[in-house]
């Protein structure tokens, strides 16, 4: 359902169907026997926490997987009932809260297992528990001859309950030749056989992100954690290029989000006339310029001036000067029918033309995965 944006100085639309569409793709081409988690961690990649893992949920997502107990914490507030995995730290301070919400927690230090056992046996409530393994990220993780003895460590406790085995590749987005995270995925059976051996079964195994995902059956096990795909994006044009290689059809993603703002003055000024702080931009001749209610402060990268765009009534209004903290300003010299309070497309679609979060990430030296989770999250996010 359309809200009414009228009160709003910038808001993103969260388009439905195509959130829907993508999640049925990526549960189509990982198969049933593997089960869906959808990563909503730093917002939902921007797109809106509860906003977006509703409509995954609703669309067959099994879990959902967050960066944070304050993420999880929200999800539960909001009456969200589907496992929810933790795959960043959480403070010891916290642990008490997580098993309170019944979250799934990635853990590779002792410490949080002994505190996280006393909590689980006071409150007598069983807590599932993930353990890293290190590949070759060498980020979070234990390496082999550390993962027995965290394993066995888990294993004494009543409470505790080791689930699930994970962990994380280091180079598979980036590249077309995939030999590192071949060594990743050896490493990671590796660790698997390490625990069958002395008598730890393992009932979870899950190794693939997005790309994994996408280009590597052998990865999947029996969970998928995917992410940026989900919202219609590709991890690289590396993963991209690799999946036409590979025949593997699922260039149908759709980009889920549409980010707007407004006019809110227009304003003409003479030749010679400087625009914007430093006078860094300067007036040729007699200019058109729309001044929008966005800036650094709600993600729009001020890495963009002088060079980005926006649409407005489908044609592009390039931004003029620097862009300020809470303002920018565009040329609509050509686009004589711009108004007052007419929407101003930062990202997304409108009419014939589009920007891309791939198109802004070039423009500023960065990925989409920033553009698109730098966004800030106070503005509101609407599902349309």
């Known amino acids: ?127 599932r528990v993930h353990v890293k393994v290190e590949t070759g990220t060498n980020r979070q993780g234990v390496h082999g001859d550390e993962l027995l003895s965290l394993a066995r460590a888990v294993r004494r406790h009543e409470y505790l309950q080791l689930e699930g085995l994970s962990t994380h590749y280091a180079n598979i ?48 096990f029996n969970l998928a954690r995917v992410g940026i795909g989900l919202y219609g994006l590709w991890p690289s044009k590396e993963t991209k290029i690799s999946a036409l290689q590979a025949g593997i059809a699922l260039n149908q993603l759709a980009p889920v989000m549409t980010w707007k703002t407004r006019i809110a003055q227009i304003k003409m000024i003479p030749p010679g006339a400087t625009i914007g702080y430093g006078g860094t931009d300067l007036a040729t001749q007699d200019t058109r310029i729309a001044v929008l209610p966005v800036g650094y402060y709600e993600g729009y990268d001020r890495g963009l001036s002088s060079i980005g765009y926006v649409l407005i009534h489908g044609r592009r209004a390039p931004v003029r000067g620097r862009v300020c903290m809470n303002m920018i300003m565009v040329d609509v010299t050509n686009i004589p029918e711009a108004a007052l309070e007419d929407e101003a497309v930062l990202l997304g679609r409108q009419g014939g033309d589009s920007i891309s979060a791939e198109a802004l990430a070039g423009k500023v030296g960065s990925i989409n995965y920033e553009i698109v989770s730098r966004i800030n999250p106070m503005l509101p996010r609407i599902v349309v």
């Open 1 to 127: 359902m359309r809200m009414d944006c009228g009160g709003f100085l910038s808001w993103v639309e969260i388009n439905r169907q195509a959130l829907t569409e993508n999640v049925k793709r990526f549960k189509a081409h990982i198969g049933s026997d593997v089960r869906l988690a959808a990563v909503v961690k730093a917002n939902a990649y921007g797109h809106g926490l509860l906003e977006a893992a509703r409509v995954m949920l609703d669309a067959g997502a099994a879990w959902l997987a967050v960066n944070s107990i304050d993420e999880a914490a929200v999800l539960r507030k909001a009456g969200v009932t589907a496992p929810v995995i933790c795959l960043a730290y959480v403070p010891i301070a916290l642990l008490e809260e997580a098993a309170g919400l019944d979250v799934r927690l990635t853990i590779y230090n002792l410490e949080t297992i002994e505190r996280l056992a006393i909590i689980a046996a006071r409150l007598k409530q069983t807590v």
């Open 173 to 220: 987005e980036d590249v077309t030749e995939h030999g590192f995270a071949e060594l990743q995925l050896s490493r990671f059976h590796s660790a698997c056989d390490l625990l069958e051996h002395n008598g730890i079964s393992i009932p979870i195994k899950h190794t693939a992100c997005t790309a994994a995902a996408i280009l590597f059956p052998k990865t999947l």
